[in-house]
């Protein structure tokens, strides 16, 4: 999904697919970043992984102290420094984070993340723990399965303005969306998201959100550094 999201969905077409969204959309967005703003503080130092053209980031900025932007695609990291001029912004693999340990208050993955990047969570997780400092924050979301309907005749409306491919109905449904163009946006569980905390030693509470989002947070150890599990590269 990465490279989809590089060569095709990204900058002014990724803008464009939240400009289109319903109402209902719109709120579910909305109570989304409202959430993360909670767990802002004005001295907090932010990371955002996959930020595309800056729709959260420029919320954060009002908030936080300092907020950091990352993202693969070239075009959405053009459109983000318009958007959010006060960020500090850089093209980079969410999987391979080149920051320091321990260097972030909060570090933000949200509107199904996880997904988009395509890569194996637990090592995006692991990263984002890496690079959070002692008693911080890490914020993931994936759609509740309540939102189904509203979610599905988003990317319908998408599909319709030409922006992702048409839906294969045939593969669509438990919580997936694929187009016939390959693109394709699972969800996570509960149980997937603490087992992924558990796998990284990290306390976590998991709570729904405007019955549209399935929040995670996860907090970072205060006592020392974690023994991360090792990749698949054996890294």
Not at 43 to 63: F, H, I, M, N, P
Request: include cysteine; charged fraction near 25%; charge should be neutral.
């Amino acid at each position: 999904m990465r490279d989809y999201y590089v060569r095709g969905l990204s900058g002014e077409r990724l803008r464009l697919c939240y400009e289109l969204a319903p109402p209902r959309v719109r709120r579910y967005l909305e109570a989304e970043v409202a959430f993360v703003l909670e767990r802002v503080r004005p001295a907090s130092v932010v990371l955002e992984l996959g930020c595309g053209y800056g729709r959260v980031l420029k919320e954060l900025a009002r908030r936080a102290r300092r907020v950091v932007g990352i993202d693969l695609s070239a075009a959405s990291m053009a459109v983000a420094h318009r958007a959010a001029p006060g960020c500090e912004l850089a093209l980079m693999d969410a999987a391979a984070l080149g920051l320091a340990d321990r260097s972030f208050d909060v570090v933000v993955c949200i509107q199904n993340g996880l997904s988009a990047f395509g890569a194996d969570a637990l090592v995006l997780l692991r990263e984002a723990s890496r690079v959070a400092r002692p008693g911080g924050t890490i914020l993931c979301s994936t759609y509740s399965p309540r939102f189904w309907s509203e979610r599905l005749r988003w990317f319908e409306i998408q599909a319709e303005n030409g922006l992702v491919g048409p839906i294969d109905y045939e593969a669509t449904g438990d919580g997936l969306i694929v187009c016939r163009d390959g693109f394709r946006a699972t969800t996570a569980s509960a149980e997937q998201f603490r087992s992924w905390a558990d796998a990284l030693g990290l306390a976590a509470t998991v709570v729904e959100v405007d019955g549209s989002s399935l929040f995670c947070e996860m907090v970072t150890r205060r006592d020392g550094p974690v023994a991360f599990p090792l990749d698949r590269t054996g890294r």
